[in-house]
Nanobody, 125 residues
Framework: VQLQASGGGLVQPGGSLRLSCATS????????IGWLRQAPGKGREPIAC????????DYADSVKGRFTISGDNARNMVYLEMKSLKPEDTADYYC???????????????????WGKGTQVTVSS
């Protein structure tokens, strides 16, 4: 399983950004996919999880209502749409995967088997 996040960059507070996660050797319907982030000096925080087979999603309270996780099964891509960005969203963002069956709740506490390289997001004026 290979995962690679991309799309990070510098964005102003209140702005938007879309991150992409390219997957290989993965059939999305067979996995739970998650996005996690790690801010400077802090631990890794799971923020969004999705079961592509049925489209169910779950989010951490810190991003609920602002971030949206989605997937394109045909292209084996997963996305994280981020809106109303805040300086505290500054972090390295990673995508991760775990074979089904796997509860979204487990994903949201970081219990994932496969991790990709991250992409940096900086929210600053």
């Amino acid at each position: 399983v290979q995962l690679q996040a991309s799309g990070g960059g510098l964005v102003q507070p209140g702005g938007s950004l879309r991150l992409s996660c390219a997957t290989s050797r993965v059939t999305l319907n067979d996995y739970v996919i998650g996005w996690l982030r790690q801010a400077p000096g802090k631990g890794r925080e799971p923020i969004a999880c999705m079961q592509p087979s049925d489209g169910t999603t779950d989010y951490a309270d810190s991003v609920k209502g602002r971030f949206t996780i989605s997937g394109d099964n045909a292209r084996n891509m997963v996305y994280l749409e981020m809106k109303s960005l805040k300086p505290e969203d500054t972090a390295d963002y990673y995508c991760a995967a775990h074979p089904r069956p796997h509860a979204l709740a487990s994903c949201l506490v970081g219990h994932m088997s496969y991790w990709g390289k991250g992409t940096q997001v900086t929210v600053s004026s």
